[in-house]
């Protein structure tokens, strides 16, 4: 068991490192140098603390979180490792700093802590070399992935004496209390991810130099286009540092002469000026971009590579790229845009084509199998498909025709797999309606089936194997299995409209009936964002006023329903919960929700108020009108599901999943851990409000607000609204009414503020722009 941890080197990855561990609720004692002339001799862990909490986003769920670090240093505190389960060294990227460092722990440990190293690509023989093998037995890589508490991958390598047993309890650890994504490596440079994200973004910047591309044309191909995070290339490395990116390449090269392809490890000439001038990216000011100017006026500016110049970043268009913006789905997407014949479909196709021959190439050296090499690149880059599964999508029989039409030469193993006669590297091998996935075995040259995750539940290859119950254009209804039906949305952003209402009502139905308990979740990529505002806007403008009460009243009932369910309903919400979406989680019995949570009722930005009963449960849960008042009437939106609970969005007794592909498995346990003595609860027909006195002290509230310039005059419109319905309207004295009134009240208050056109405004605005106006 592990109970507490040292990290070793307060740098950017030790400090985030145990800022994450802090977010699991495991202590650490994070030690670095003293530093010279400093009278605080902790002050370089402390700073690693402070720049932890300070990151946007942030490295900690809360502020309270960083009490579970503890700052030290090496000279005064080594000998307290003693106390450490877990030693995790994270210092500079330097062998012998790191053989130093690990000399002096070997002196003060434990004799049963584990003990593991961070380093992003030294070869684990080369830092353990000579040590004795009590210390061999227990030492292994832990590559976590900057920022660790955002990026999903930690790659396990074990070193040349590692005990088993040990690397099967470090994944398992990762995986559940960390919510890692676990990758067992082989101890070669780099290990998987930076091997071949290091070759993507050398391959990136070789065609981007030799086909004379802009650096504004490569990030607005190689974002979310093509599956990759709207860092894109160039916005990456400023964030990661082009100092440090250099470092790894060029690393990477020293340590592979005998990788064809090295020479591409080595920075373009132009890098190595912006490195001269120190243009290191966000760190130093300026990269790649750069920020000009303050407030209203403040411009990003963009390298030109061949002059070293900024200008002000231009609009980048193809014809392919508009075209293909219509098409959802992702390998449809990429397979229509490298077979156009423009810039756009020559620049991806080089790149992919270079990609994929590199990664196939370097099975069985940095992994025996492809999956792993896959689960890398997404976990760790975040790239919607890895290497394999883009060559799935690109058709595998074609791209490697193509590729041989172009007069290059096919690794080995995909020539034998291309004999076997497999059609692709992945096929469903479903059986009973259970899902399975088969995988190509490079190596072995035939299909295999790919090991089950216990508790990890997908629900695309679910409906694929068994179908589903119920479906319509907005969501799904799904058998999890052992009496567990799941409600799927799956609309745009999972906006909630008549589709999803109608689901809700038949979800419970068919609950009622047939299964157990009901969980309400989803894979996409938001939990949901709320109303679909357009049809709100549509409605309004065609002043078709009653169609819009009806469909507030039945998002009303769908939500009661929800709450006085015969059956346990829990909600299994992640990333953006807004709104709508967060309403309908207020409504469950139990929440089961990702650690990463952004929940909010929003509904102030858009000039309204929420209306499906959030002001109605907030009012409820926190007992206190001015509390909801602020947090609804500032759209407050929690950056943790640990702040959400702190604002009282969700319950002590919700459950929180630190990985999020345990979520829907851990709402299915849930559930199924209400079901057997589930009471639902009793109607609340005697909710206390103030009244006048409570409407006049929010107003008052509001208007000071005001007055201090914190919020707009159209604000204190959409604060009076609010303010009547959290006061139980203009009633003389506090008295008591019913859930159905309060609701009466927040459906009035969202049909008037839909008539007033600063609303309309600030409708349009956001679905125009995506942020809301402030009129």
């Known amino acids: 068991m592990i109970r507490r941890v040292a990290v070793l080197g307060a740098g950017t990855m030790g400090s985030r490192i ?62 307290k490792i003693r106390e450490a389960d877990w030693i995790i060294e994270a210092v500079v990227e330097n062998l012998e700093v790191k053989r130093e460092i690990w000399r002096k722990v070997d002196l003060c440990r434990r004799p049963d802590a584990i003990l593991s190293t961070n380093t992003s ?56 209390r960390l919510g890692k994504g676990v990758v067992p490596c082989k101890d070669t440079p780099n290990f998987i991810a930076n091997r071949i994200g290091t070759f993507f973004g050398a391959t990136v910047q070789k065609i981007m130099l030799e086909d004379d591309y802009t650096i504004e044309e490569v990030d607005a191909l190689t974002g979310p286009l093509i599956g990759l995070p709207s860092s894109a290339s160039f916005r990456l490395l400023d964030i ?23 020479e591409r490890f080595l920075p373009p000439e132009f890098v190595s000026q912006m490195l001269e001038r120190g243009w290191l990216g966000e760190k130093s000011g300026q990269g790649f971009y750069k920020r000009v100017g303050g407030g209203p006026e403040r411009e990003i500016h963009v390298l030109d590579w061949k002059t070293l110049e900024y200008h002000p970043v231009r609009k980048v268009s193809f014809e392919t790229v508009e075209a293909a913006r219509n098409i959802e789905d992702l390998p449809a997407r990429i397979w229509f845009l490298v077979r156009s014949a423009d810039r756009a479909g020559s620049f991806l196709w080089k790149l992919f084509r270079d990609v994929l021959l590199y990664s196939a190439e370097r099975v069985p050296e940095i992994s025996d199998r492809i999956v792993e090499i896959d689960r890398a690149l997404r976990w760790g880059y975040a790239h919607k498909l890895g290497p394999f599964e883009l060559w799935d ?26 004999a076997s006669g497999a059609k692709s590297f992945y096929r469903p091998a479903d059986t009973n309606g259970t899902p399975r996935t088969a995988y190509f075995d490079l190596c072995g040259g035939s299909y295999r089936l790919l090991e089950e995750r216990p508790g990890v539940i997908e ?32 609309s745009k952003m999972n906006t909630i409209g008549e589709d999803q209402i109608a689901m809700v009502h038949a979800a419970l139905q068919e609950t009622e009936r047939n299964f157990q308990a009901l969980v309400i979740a989803n894979q996409g990529e938001l939990f949901s964002a709320g109303a679909n505002l357009m049809l709100v806007l549509m409605a309004v403008q065609e002043g078709d006023w009653e169609s819009l009460d009806l469909a507030v009243r039945r998002f009303q009932q769908a939500n009661l329903a929800l709450k006085y369910s015969p059956k346990p309903v829990v909600a299994a919400p992640f990333g953006r919960t807004l709104g709508g979406g967060a309403e309908i989680v207020l409504h469950c019995a139990r929440v089961q929700a990702s650690a990463e949570l952004y929940m909010g ?32 009437g500032l759209a407050k939106i929690s950056s943790s599901a640990e702040e959400a609970r702190q604002l009282g969005l969700l319950r002590e007794t919700d459950g929180i999943s630190m990985n999020p592909d345990r979520l829907i498995g851990d709402a299915k346990a849930l559930a199924l851990a209400l079901a057997p003595s589930y009471l639902p609860p009793v109607p609340q027909d005697a909710i206390r409000v103030a009244g006048e006195a409570g409407y006049a002290t929010l107003k008052l509230r509001a208007w000071m607000a005001y007055q201090a310039h914190q919020i707009t005059e159209y604000d204190l419109v959409i604060a009076d609204k609010l303010a009547l319905v959290l ?49």
């Open 240 to 262: 990661v540092g082009l100092d440090v990116w250099t470092f790894v390449a060029r690393n990477l090269y020293e340590l592979v002469p005998h990788d064809p392809w090295r």
């Open 727 to 775: 006061s139980g309207g203009r009633l003389s004295g506090s008295q008591t009414v019913s859930e159905q009134y309060l609701l009466d009240l927040e459906r009035e208050a969202f049909l008037s503020l839909c008539g007033n056109p600063k609303t309309q405004e600030r409708m349009q605005y956001m679905l125009k722009m995506g942020k809301p106006l402030r009129n």
């Open 459 to 490: 629900l695309a290859p679910l409906k694929r194997a068994r179908g589903v119950v119920k479906r319509n254009a907005g969501a799904s209804l799904v058998d999890l299995g052992d009496g567990v039906l799941c409600l799927e949305f799956h």
């Open 601 to 632: 009722l929003v509904e102030t930005g858009v000039g309204l108020i929420p209306a499906g009963g959030g002001s109605k449960e907030m009012l409820l849960r926190l007992e206190d009108p001015q509390k909801a008042f602020e947090l609804i």
């Open 121 to 176: 690509g030294i070869p684990l023989e080369r830092i353990c070399e000579g040590f004795p093998s009590s210390f061999r037995r227990n030492f292994l890589g832990t590559h976590f992935f900057n920022p660790p508490r955002y990026l999903h991958l930690v790659e396990l390598i074990p070193g040349p004496e590692t005990d088993p047993s040990l690397l099967a309890f470090v994944a398992d650890f990762c995986d559940r």
């Open 393 to 418: 999508a690109l058709g595998f029989e074609e791209t490697a025709e193509r590729i041989r039409n172009e007069g290059l030469p096919l690794p080995p193993l995909i020539e034998k797999m291309l």
């Open 18 to 79: 145990a800022a994450h561990l802090a977010n699991a609720g495991i202590p650490s004692l994070l030690l670095d140098l003293v530093l010279p002339g400093e009278p605080d001799r902790n002050a370089a862990a402390r700073k690693g603390i402070e720049n932890a909490l300070k990151q946007r986003p942030g490295a900690f769920f809360t502020e309270a979180r960083t009490a579970l670090v503890t700052p030290g240093n090496f000279e005064d505190d080594l000998p």
